[in-house]
C-alpha cells in the first residue's frame, strides 16, 4: 500500500540504514604501519630522514629513526597528521603539517618519506596480509 | 473511612516499606563491619548507579501494564551483546560503535520481545515463572548461534574474538575500544573522579520519557489492563496487542541498559553478562520498594543503591564476622535471592489478604 | 483402526507423541552415527531409575493445586544433609544408605512443614515464591556447608582448610547400593540397574496407593476444586501442607537415590537448579498444573531422560562436536515452556 506512513516509515528506514552507514565508516578504527623507510611510489623515489617525530590527529608521537616500522591505530575516514623532524640532538629541525585520507585495507600503511616529499597520497601497500 | 491513627499509619508506612527498611538496617550493621571508606562506597555508588540506573529502569513499564516481573529483559541484554559483538568485530569505536551497536541490535530486541510478549500473553497468570523459563530458553538458542553460529554461519572476521577451534565467540571480550564513551562523552571531573556524565544524562532522559509515556495513551491503556484485564478489554483496548508491546519496549529498552552496562564495565563476559543482568536488576527494583504490581522511578534508584551497597560490602563483612570472604559472597547470593522471595512473598501474602476482605465483604460480614 | 489411532494420539496428546516418534528416531539413526544402541538404552535406563523420585516428587503440590514444585532444593537440600551426616558417622553400605534416608526425611518433614506453611499465605502466585524459596535456601545453605562441624576427611577441604568440599564421592560408602541389587549386565555395555527399579517401582505403588486413602482423596479434591472440597469439610490448607510436606520428603529420598547412582554429592551450587528437570519431565509425561498420576511420572522420566541422553550423544557424532549442554537447556526448557502455554480449561 502506497501512502503517506508507509513512505513514511520507509524514508525512516533509509534515514536509519544512512546513519548507520555513516557511524561504520566514521568510526571504524583501522591498524595503520608508520613506516620511516625508502620507497619508491610511480617512478619517484623519497628517502627518509634520520629522525622524526610523527603525531596523527594529536595524539601521542611515534619516534621513528631512519628503517624503522612502527604500529598504532586511527579512526575515521580523514586524518591530520604532524611530522616533526629531529637533528641528533632531538631538537625539532623542520616541521610538515598534512591531511590525509584513509585509503582501504590494502593500503594500509603510512609512509612519512612520502608524505614529506609530496606525494599524491602517503597511504601505500602494506606487507601485512589481514 | 475511618481516618487512621498515627499509630496505624506509622504501620502501613512500615509494612508498605518493610522491604527497604530491612535493607537499610542490614547495610547500616555491614558496612562498619566492612571497613570501607565513605568516599570509597561513595563513589562505587555512583559508577553503579550510572551502570545499572538503566536496566531497572526498563522494568516499570510491564509492572505498570500488570505483567509482573519482566524476568524476559535478558532476551533485550542479548540482543544488546550481539550487537556489541559485531560491532567488536567491525573495530568501530567509540560513541559511533555504541550508537552502531544499539542500532543492530533494535531489531532483534523487538523481535525477541515479540516472541516474548506472545508467549506470555498464552500463559496468563503465569507471566513470570514463563518469562523466566523463557529466559533460560532463549539464553539456550543465543549459546547455540554465538558459540556456534557465530564465525561459521556468521562471519567473524576479527580473530580475537574466536575461540581456538575456529568458530564460536570467547566468553571475555575486550571492549576497550567502546570503554566509557557513554559515560565520558561529557569530560566532567570532580578532584580526581572521572563522572559518568553522559550515563547519567542518559539515564535522566530515559526517566523523563517514562513520565511522558505514562501520560500518553498507550500509558493509560497499560495501566488499565494492569489494573484489570477484563475490564480494559470492555472498554474497547486491544489487550493483547497492548501487552505485547508492553513487552517489546521493555526488552529494547534492556537492550538499551545492557549496552550501557557493558560500555561502563568495559568487558563483556558473552555467557554470563547478561543472566546476571536479569537477576540483579529485579533484585535491585524490589530492595527499592517495588511490588510486583506497582513500581516508581524512586523505586528504581534506591533500590540501585541499596542492592549495590549490600553488594560491595558483603564480602568484606563476612570476612570479618566469619573469617571467610567466600562467605560473604553467598551471602550477597543468599540475600539477592532471599529478598526476591519475601517481597514476591509479602506481595502475594498482602494480595490475598485483600482478596479474602473483598470475598467476606461481599458475604455481608462487617 | 484409524479411529483407535486417533483416539490414542487424542489421549496421549500430540507433544508425548512427537516426542516418543522423535526419541525412537534418535535409536534408530544411533547405529548409523557410531553411537552403541546398548550403551544408549543402559544410559537411559540408568538416568530414568536415578531421576524417577525426584520427579515423584512434584506429583503431591500438583494433585493439592500448589502448582510446580520449583522448591524442589528444599527437600533436595534435607537429603544433602542426610548423606552427608550418614558419611560422617562413616556407616557403609546398606546401613549408610538407611541412615541417610533415616536423617534426611525428618529434616525434610521439618522443612516442607515451614515451606508449605509460607505456600498457605500466598496462594495463587506459589511457582515464583517456591522458585526464589528453592534458591534462596541453597544460597543459605552455601554458608552452611563452609561453617557446619563436619571433620570426615573425605569430604573436608585438603591441606587444613575447613568446610565442606563441592563435590563428595560415596565410593566406599553405598555407591550403587541399590543399582546394583539385582542387576542385570548383559554383554560389556548394557547394565540394567534392577534394585533401583525394585525401589522406584515401590516408591510409586506406595504414591499411588496414598491418592487412593481418604487423605489422599482429600487432597485430589483441594487441588481440583478448592470451594467444594471447603464445603464437604476438608481442612484445605493441612491437606496443603501435607502435600508439601510429602513432596519434600520424596525429593530428599529421591536425592539419594541419585546419588548412589550417579557415585557423588553435590554440595553448594549442585542442588540450583535441580528442580527444573523435574518439571519438564513431568509436564512432557502429559501432568497438567493441575493434575499428574504415576503414568506421567513413568513415561515423562523415560522421554525426558531418553531425550536429554540420546540427543546429545547423536547430534556430537553427527556434527562432531560437543553441543550437549547447550541442547540440554534448549529442549528441557521447550519442554516447560510448551506446558506453561497450554490453554487450561477451566472446569470451575
Same mark, same amino acid.
Not at chain 2, 534506591?302 to 568484606?316: I, N, Q, R, Y
Not at chain 3, 554458608?143 to 560415596?170: A, H
Not at chain 3, 540450583?272 to 519438564?280: D, G, L, Q
Given at each position: 500500500?502506497?501512502? =503517506?506512513?508507509?513512505?513514511? =516509515?520507509?524514508?525512516?528506514?533509509?534515514?536509519?540504514?544512512?546513519?548507520? *552507514?555513516?557511524?561504520?565508516?566514521?568510526?571504524?578504527?583501522?591498524?595503520?604501519?608508520?613506516?620511516? *623507510?625508502?620507497?619508491?611510489?610511480?617512478? +619517484?623515489?623519497?628517502?627518509?630522514?634520520?629522525?622524526? =617525530?610523527?603525531?596523527?590527529?594529536?595524539?601521542?608521537?611515534?619516534?621513528?629513526?631512519?628503517?624503522?616500522?612502527?604500529?598504532?591505530?586511527?579512526?575515521?575516514?580523514?586524518?591530520?597528521? +604532524?611530522?616533526?623532524?629531529?637533528?641528533?640532538?632531538?631538537?625539532?629541525?623542520?616541521?610538515?603539517?598534512?591531511?590525509? =585520507?584513509?585509503?582501504?585495507?590494502? +593500503?594500509?600503511?603510512?609512509?612519512?618519506?612520502?608524505?614529506?616529499?609530496?606525494?599524491?597520497?602517503?597511504?601505500?601497500?602494506?606487507?601485512?596480509?589481514? | 473511612?475511618?481516618?487512621?491513627?498515627?499509630?496505624?499509619?506509622?504501620?502501613?508506612?512500615?509494612?508498605?516499606?518493610?522491604?527497604?527498611?530491612?535493607?537499610?538496617?542490614?547495610?547500616?550493621?555491614?558496612?562498619?563491619?566492612?571497613?570501607?571508606?565513605?568516599?570509597?562506597?561513595?563513589?562505587?555508588?555512583?559508577?553503579?548507579?550510572?551502570?545499572?540506573?538503566?536496566?531497572?529502569?526498563?522494568?516499570?513499564?510491564?509492572?505498570?501494564?500488570?505483567?509482573?516481573?519482566?524476568?524476559?529483559?535478558?532476551?533485550?541484554?542479548?540482543?544488546?551483546?550481539?550487537?556489541?559483538?559485531?560491532?567488536?568485530?567491525?573495530?568501530?569505536?567509540?560513541?559511533?560503535?555504541? /550508537?552502531?551497536?544499539?542500532?543492530?541490535?533494535?531489531?532483534?530486541?523487538?523481535?525477541?520481545?515479540?516472541?516474548?510478549?506472545?508467549?506470555?500473553?498464552?500463559?496468563?497468570?503465569?507471566?513470570?515463572?514463563?518469562?523466566?523459563?523463557?529466559?533460560?530458553?532463549?539464553?539456550?538458542?543465543?549459546?547455540?548461534?554465538?558459540?556456534?553460529?557465530?564465525?561459521?554461519?556468521?562471519?567473524?572476521?576479527?580473530?580475537?574474538?574466536?575461540?581456538?577451534?575456529?568458530?564460536?565467540?570467547?566468553?571475555?571480550?575486550?571492549?576497550?575500544?567502546?570503554?566509557?564513551?557513554?559515560?565520558?562523552?561529557?569530560?566532567?571531573?570532580?578532584?580526581?573522579?572521572?563522572?559518568?556524565?553522559?550515563?547519567?544524562?542518559?539515564?535522566?532522559?530515559?526517566?523523563?520519557?517514562?513520565?511522558?509515556?505514562?501520560?500518553?495513551?498507550?500509558?493509560?491503556?497499560?495501566?488499565?489492563?494492569?489494573?484489570?484485564?477484563?475490564?480494559?478489554?470492555?472498554?474497547?483496548?486491544?489487550?493483547?496487542?497492548?501487552?505485547?508491546?508492553?513487552?517489546?519496549?521493555?526488552?529494547? /529498552?534492556?537492550?538499551?541498559?545492557?549496552?550501557?552496562?557493558?560500555?561502563?564495565?568495559?568487558?563483556?563476559?558473552?555467557?554470563?553478562?547478561?543472566?546476571?543482568?536479569?537477576?540483579?536488576?529485579?533484585?535491585?527494583?524490589?530492595?527499592?520498594?517495588?511490588?510486583?504490581?506497582?513500581?516508581?522511578?524512586?523505586?528504581?534508584?534506591?533500590?540501585?543503591?541499596?542492592?549495590?551497597?549490600?553488594?560491595?560490602?558483603?564480602?568484606?563483612?563476612?570476612?570479618?564476622?566469619?573469617?571467610?570472604?567466600?562467605?560473604?559472597?553467598?551471602?550477597?547470593?543468599?540475600?539477592?535471592?532471599?529478598?526476591?522471595?519475601?517481597?514476591?512473598?509479602?506481595?502475594?501474602?498482602?494480595?490475598?489478604?485483600?482478596?479474602?476482605?473483598?470475598?467476606?465483604?461481599?458475604?455481608?460480614?462487617? | 483402526?484409524?479411529?483407535?489411532?486417533?483416539?490414542?494420539?487424542?489421549?496421549?496428546?500430540?507433544?508425548?507423541?512427537?516426542?516418543?516418534?522423535?526419541?525412537?528416531?534418535?535409536?534408530?539413526?544411533?547405529?548409523?552415527?557410531?553411537? %552403541?544402541?546398548?550403551?544408549?538404552?543402559?544410559?537411559?535406563?540408568? %538416568?530414568?531409575?536415578?531421576?524417577?523420585?525426584?520427579?515423584?516428587?512434584?506429583?503431591?503440590?500438583?494433585?493439592?493445586?500448589?502448582?510446580?514444585?520449583?522448591?524442589?532444593?528444599?527437600?533436595?537440600?534435607?537429603?544433602?544433609?542426610?548423606?552427608?551426616?550418614?558419611?560422617?558417622?562413616?556407616?557403609?553400605?546398606?546401613?549408610?544408605?538407611?541412615?541417610?534416608?533415616?536423617?534426611?526425611?525428618?529434616?525434610?518433614?521439618?522443612?516442607?512443614?515451614?515451606?508449605?506453611?509460607?505456600?498457605? %499465605?500466598?496462594?495463587?502466585?506459589?511457582?515464583?515464591?517456591?522458585?526464589?524459596?528453592?534458591?534462596?535456601?541453597?544460597?543459605?545453605?552455601?554458608?552452611?556447608?563452609?561453617?557446619?562441624?563436619?571433620?570426615?576427611?573425605?569430604?573436608?577441604?585438603?591441606?587444613?582448610?575447613?568446610?565442606?568440599?563441592?563435590?563428595?564421592?560415596?565410593?566406599?560408602?553405598?555407591?550403587?547400593?541399590?543399582?546394583?541389587?539385582?542387576?542385570?549386565?548383559?554383554?560389556?555395555?548394557?547394565?540394567?540397574?534392577?534394585?533401583?527399579?525394585?525401589?522406584?517401582?515401590?516408591?510409586?505403588?506406595?504414591?499411588?496407593?496414598?491418592?487412593?486413602?481418604?487423605?489422599?482423596?482429600?487432597?485430589?479434591?483441594?487441588?481440583?476444586?478448592?470451594?467444594?472440597?471447603?464445603?464437604?469439610?476438608?481442612?484445605?490448607?493441612?491437606? %496443603?501442607?501435607?502435600?508439601?510436606?510429602?513432596?519434600?520428603?520424596?525429593?530428599?529420598?529421591?536425592?539419594?537415590?541419585?546419588?548412589?547412582?550417579?557415585?557423588?554429592?553435590?554440595?553448594?551450587?549442585?542442588?540450583?537448579?535441580?528442580?527444573?528437570?523435574?518439571?519438564?519431565?513431568?509436564?512432557?509425561?502429559?501432568?497438567?498444573?493441575?493434575?499428574?498420576?504415576?503414568?506421567?511420572?513413568?513415561?515423562?522420566?523415560?522421554?525426558?531422560?531418553?531425550?536429554?541422553?540420546?540427543?546429545?550423544?547423536?547430534?556430537?557424532?553427527?556434527?562432531?562436536?560437543?553441543?550437549?549442554?547447550?541442547?540440554?537447556?534448549?529442549?528441557?526448557?521447550?519442554?516447560?515452556?510448551?506446558?506453561?502455554?497450554?490453554?487450561?480449561?477451566?472446569?470451575?
Amino acid at each position: 500500500m502506497i501512502n =503517506r506512513r508507509n513512505g513514511f =516509515r520507509v524514508g525512516l528506514l533509509v534515514v536509519l540504514v544512512l546513519f548507520g *552507514m555513516y557511524l561504520y565508516t566514521s568510526g571504524k578504527q583501522h591498524q595503520v604501519l608508520v613506516d620511516n *623507510m625508502p620507497i619508491e611510489l610511480e617512478g +619517484k623515489a623519497y628517502a627518509p630522514e634520520a629522525l622524526i =617525530r610523527v603525531a596523527f590527529n594529536g595524539g601521542e608521537p611515534l619516534e621513528l629513526a631512519s628503517g624503522d616500522r612502527d604500529v598504532t591505530h586511527i579512526v575515521g575516514p580523514r586524518h591530520t597528521v +604532524k611530522i616533526e623532524v629531529l637533528n641528533e640532538s632531538g631538537d625539532v629541525v623542520n616541521t610538515l603539517e598534512g591531511e590525509f =585520507r584513509w585509503v582501504g585495507r590494502k +593500503k594500509s600503511m603510512f609512509s612519512a618519506p612520502a608524505l614529506m616529499g609530496g606525494a599524491p597520497s602517503p597511504m601505500v601497500d602494506s606487507p601485512v596480509e589481514e | 473511612m475511618k481516618a487512621y491513627t498515627t499509630k496505624e499509619k506509622i504501620q502501613h508506612f512500615l509494612i508498605s516499606n518493610a522491604v527497604p527498611i530491612i535493607f537499610i538496617l542490614m547495610s547500616a550493621v555491614a558496612i562498619p563491619l566492612s571497613g570501607f571508606s565513605a568516599t570509597y562506597l561513595v563513589q562505587e555508588m555512583l559508577i553503579r548507579l550510572a551502570r545499572n540506573s538503566f536496566l531497572v529502569l526498563s522494568l516499570i513499564i510491564p509492572i505498570v501494564a500488570g505483567m509482573g516481573l519482566n524476568f524476559g529483559m535478558v532476551l533485550g541484554a542479548m540482543a544488546g551483546q550481539i550487537g556489541l559483538i559485531l560491532v567488536s568485530d567491525w573495530a568501530v569505536v567509540g560513541m559511533r560503535g555504541l /550508537l552502531l551497536a544499539a542500532m543492530i541490535a533494535t531489531p532483534i530486541a523487538i523481535g525477541l520481545g515479540y516472541v516474548c510478549g506472545a508467549v506470555l500473553n498464552r500463559a496468563k497468570g503465569r507471566e513470570m515463572v514463563t518469562s523466566y523459563i523463557l529466559g533460560f530458553f532463549v539464553n539456550g538458542i543465543y549459546q547455540l548461534t554465538v558459540l556456534y553460529g557465530f564465525g561459521k554461519l556468521v562471519p567473524i572476521g576479527n580473530a580475537e574474538l574466536v575461540l581456538s577451534r575456529g568458530y564460536g565467540i570467547r566468553n571475555a571480550i575486550n571492549l576497550a575500544g567502546m570503554r566509557h564513551a557513554l559515560d565520558y562523552l561529557v569530560p566532567i571531573k570532580i578532584g580526581t573522579l572521572n563522572v559518568p556524565v553522559g550515563t547519567y544524562l542518559t539515564i535522566a532522559l530515559f526517566c523523563l520519557f517514562i513520565v511522558w509515556f505514562r501520560r500518553t495513551k498507550l500509558g493509560q491503556d497499560m495501566r488499565a489492563i494492569g489494573q484489570d484485564m477484563g475490564v480494559a478489554g470492555a472498554a474497547g483496548i486491544p489487550v493483547e496487542k497492548t501487552r505485547i508491546i508492553a513487552i517489546i519496549i521493555s526488552t529494547v /529498552l534492556a537492550c538499551y541498559g545492557q549496552i550501557i552496562f557493558l560500555q561502563n564495565i568495559g568487558t563483556m563476559n558473552t555467557y554470563n553478562s547478561h543472566d546476571q543482568a536479569g537477576m540483579f536488576a529485579i533484585a535491585a527494583l524490589l530492595i527499592g520498594g517495588a511490588t510486583v504490581s506497582k513500581a516508581t522511578i524512586p523505586n528504581v534508584f534506591v533500590g540501585v543503591v541499596l542492592f549495590h551497597l549490600m553488594f560491595v560490602v558483603s564480602p568484606m563483612a563476612g570476612k570479618q564476622l566469619m573469617g571467610q570472604a567466600q562467605i560473604g559472597e553467598y551471602f550477597r547470593v543468599f540475600v539477592s535471592y532471599g529478598i526476591i522471595a519475601i517481597s514476591l512473598a509479602l506481595h502475594a501474602w498482602k494480595r490475598q489478604k485483600d482478596r479474602e476482605r473483598a470475598r467476606r465483604s461481599l458475604r455481608g460480614e462487617a | 483402526m484409524n479411529e483407535k489411532l486417533k483416539g490414542f494420539i487424542e489421549e496421549a496428546g500430540w507433544p508425548r507423541v512427537i516426542i516418543g516418534l522423535f526419541l525412537l528416531s534418535l535409536f534408530v539413526a544411533a547405529p548409523f552415527v557410531k553411537v %552403541r544402541v546398548d550403551a544408549s538404552i543402559s544410559d537411559t535406563l540408568v %538416568r530414568f531409575g536415578m531421576n524417577g523420585i525426584l520427579v515423584l516428587a512434584m506429583v503431591p503440590m500438583i494433585q493439592s493445586g500448589c502448582g510446580l514444585n520449583f522448591g524442589l532444593p528444599l527437600g533436595i537440600i534435607a537429603g544433602l544433609l542426610g548423606a552427608v551426616t550418614s558419611i560422617q558417622l562413616a556407616f557403609t553400605g546398606m546401613l549408610g544408605f538407611l541412615t541417610a534416608l533415616a536423617i534426611a526425611i525428618p529434616l525434610a518433614a521439618l522443612f516442607g512443614t515451614a515451606y508449605g506453611l509460607l505456600l498457605n %499465605r500466598v496462594k495463587g502466585d506459589e511457582m515464583m515464591i517456591a522458585t526464589y524459596v528453592g534458591f534462596s535456601s541453597v544460597a543459605f545453605m552455601c554458608m552452611m556447608w563452609l561453617l557446619l562441624p563436619y571433620t570426615s576427611p573425605t569430604m573436608i577441604w585438603g591441606y587444613g582448610g575447613s568446610g565442606l568440599r563441592t563435590t563428595i564421592s560415596v565410593e566406599g560408602y553405598w555407591l550403587h547400593i541399590l543399582s546394583d541389587f539385582l542387576s542385570l549386565q548383559i554383554g560389556q555395555y548394557l547394565y540394567v540397574p534392577t534394585g533401583m527399579f525394585i525401589f522406584f517401582g515401590f516408591m510409586c505403588f506406595l504414591m499411588w496407593a496414598f491418592l487412593h486413602t481418604k487423605t489422599g482423596t482429600a487432597m485430589t479434591a483441594v487441588g481440583s476444586n478448592p470451594e467444594f472440597a471447603r464445603a464437604s469439610g476438608i481442612d484445605v490448607n493441612r491437606m %496443603r501442607v501435607v502435600s508439601v510436606v510429602l513432596s519434600t520428603v520424596l525429593a530428599a529420598i529421591g536425592i539419594i537415590v541419585y546419588q548412589q547412582s550417579f557415585g557423588f554429592i553435590q554440595l553448594y551450587m549442585g542442588p540450583f537448579y535441580m528442580a527444573f528437570p523435574a518439571v519438564a519431565a513431568i509436564l512432557l509425561g502429559g501432568a497438567s498444573v493441575h493434575k499428574a498420576s504415576m503414568v506421567n511420572v513413568v513415561i515423562g522420566t523415560f522421554l525426558f531422560q531418553g531425550i536429554l541422553t540420546m540427543t546429545p550423544s547423536v547430534i556430537n557424532s553427527l556434527l562432531q562436536t560437543d553441543m550437549s549442554e547447550v541442547i540440554r537447556i534448549v529442549v528441557s526448557n521447550g519442554m516447560i515452556l510448551y506446558a506453561l502455554t497450554r490453554k487450561v480449561q477451566v472446569k470451575r
